[in-house]
């Protein structure tokens, strides 16, 4: 190939000081090699995380952190990932409250007994899908610990992964004046994927902390956020978001 | 409903009959099986391909098979994937012209020497892309092998990854009278991938056949088609895809 | 101007058989030879209606025929003009349900009793808008004559008058596999004009039945359905509505 | 509220002092009275202009000031209202310039040669559109009055009316962090309409100085005019629009 500028060899995206990217155990070098080689991945010195390169007008989204996603009693549910990423964006919500910055959340439907037709179900490939137990509690439901305050909206997807199609996302971002957003919740690999991505071509910087995602599956979670920072997104550790938040303030 | 958790084991997804998807080799067990256990992915047998499930309407999208993608001359080329998927593409495009059905391109932008304004160009994590050899000629333009024959338009994305996403294609597959997109191209993980989901969010339906889309990271390339069979899409052999076009003729 | 096509001298649009389009009394005839010197307006003959030219498969749409707009109770309410498009509408639907056509509503929010945040009002010229009578009930409920029937989709605007901005109706006539649509309800120079223009832009074919949509000015209402019917859409009487869908069948 | 039905007798929209909206001849008193009784038009005083009521981020978006809409020379032309808007727009061009705000041109393709198919086209009802003179130039071209300036991004619409709809210009104007647009250009009732009534669903303010917007039709231009005032937009005079963005400054 040619290639000659880049990195020092053997410097791949983590180094002696222990940053570690939740993908650094999972892709193999010479992929990160060929993203680096291509102009991917903005200018990674190779020995800490890449710093956040963003706007100065934030909001957060909270993507699908429901009983049915977090939940392992539900069968889309995550109790291994999902419960972990709820404590995590309880710190970041707690945070960005107290800056006074914009909240959204996504879910489904308003009505969380929405029995959905065909039509709005859609394309998607879950013919076989298995019914929640028919003694557990709606699932579309966000969880206790990361309720909406007053104020805070809900967008509801109609059974869509990304947060902004067929929804009013777009247009809230723009009346609260808002040119980034901090991307949240699951999964890593669907609804928050989709929605990051809509998110960055209407303009929007985004940033993701990666321990505010999950997925079910974790070669999913780990090569979609690889993606994300290779050409979307800043994912960084959420110490890093939260501080980058309060020096904007 | 009697589904008891998993597949039968020693079965997941390819067979003693040699059906082999792309991912089979780079994706842990365990995560397929937690797929498949939230009713993810259809009703894989295990043993064979899963079969395609979609309309009787079809058309082509050829996503970014242009120079600077396929041609590894270019920073952003991929020579050693991309000029197979453009053999791959040069079979289909034989057969979907010969049936007749409708063919669009997508590539950035209508005049190769575009020099877009900053906000065209978006907020790419490549402020440290490599420009190309200046002795080349403009790279935004289809291979002469899969070049646009009259009739068939060419959608211009303004440097974004979905072909939808601020195009006219939604419009142009209503009036075709489209409901299914075949869709192809580089690169997996990102044009094709923001294609295909945009696709399955207007409720289209999405097949893919896996040797005419190509990445320059292997295991994107393999983790995208799983994300996309697993939940949006038909991931399927260019022969069973050939077939399926034919058997609708 | 050197205009030499066109409509025989003196029969703009309607002629002796007595046709009457609901613009004939409020546009100057020049304006109207001004459309059709420009080749909008598709070819009028001059003494009958336009024929209707759409497709195959076509679905309604109903915009906003809730109390809030129909009856005269509420500040919003059209009752002189709103109550007979009810009728009009009723007889429609009948129709469209008895040839087994896919039928739409749209109203503002699931929730009738919504209180919308500034964001989700966005920028309506309406700061001095009196709210109703707080002894009666809410507004956003589609009248009774109306009530849509099961698996008759009600499609959610939040508060934007184009049903197509912000929702899943795109993507629901998609998976419908429609191809034309009949656009009705209020008002006429709001929101039925934004979903007619949308569904254009789309390039669905737009047909408006003239007697089903109302609006609370009555020369706004005229000169909606004048440009609607020289660019956009196929203004049409009922009846002329009701033998197309018939004949299609 | 204190709201006690429609206006001081005698004092609608323009009063003593002169002040004249185009719509003032042509617009019955009864139309406008039912607009205010139901809370449109904001708080009109009776007496003189609305105040505009917009954000302080402002961008010029010009609609389609080419010599196609603008010249009487090509069958869309409007000669005797094409060009005084040409010498408003110049104006007005010229400040916001002097002011630093960013424009953007519509226009219809990026190739004023293009020769669309018929799914570009779409669903016009102008089947017996008249070909301009084949020994003039192309008309897809921005009158030289009005050319933008390097920097400045002509927007290609594919033969839609709307601004917005299939272009990136939502995406450029989240980019420079716009929150007003002021909307200029032709037609009032088509290409100026449908690009506002977006802006608007946007959450964007939305400004129309009315000498800067043209019509073939006047009655569809001052119905139009009004239909935006009491809902989406402020319609105001040129000298107010300019006075307002120099007060931004």
Redesign the interface.
Known sequence: ?G?S?GLPAGRLLVGDTGAVYPWND???PD??A??L???????FSGDEFRAI?A?TSPALIVVDMTLAFVDGRW??G?SQTGWPAVDANARLLAEVRRLGYPVYFTKMY??PTHSA????K??????????PDPDLPPGDVIVDELAPKP?E?VV?K?H???GF?????????????V?TVVVTGMTT??CVR?TA??A???????VIPFECVAD?????HK??L??L??????VAPLDHVIDWLNSLH
Not at 117 to 120: C, E, G, K, R, V
Not at 165 to 177: I, M, Q, R, S
Not at 216 to 220: F, G, K, N, P, T
């Open positions: 190939m290639f500028g999972a892709i193999p992929d990160i060929r993203y080689a291509a102009g991917y991945g903005d200018s390169s706007g069968p889309t995550h308003e009505d037709a065909p039509s709005q859609g394309r998607w490939k879950t013919v076989g899908r298995r019914l104020g909206l509801c109609h869509k992964p990304s199609f067929g929804t009013e996302l777009a247009a809230l971002l723009v009346y609260d004046k040119d690999s669907g989709a991505v809509d960055f071509q209407y303009n929007f910087d985004v079910r599956s974790q070669i999913s090569v979609n690889l993606d920072h290779m050409k979307y997104a800043d």
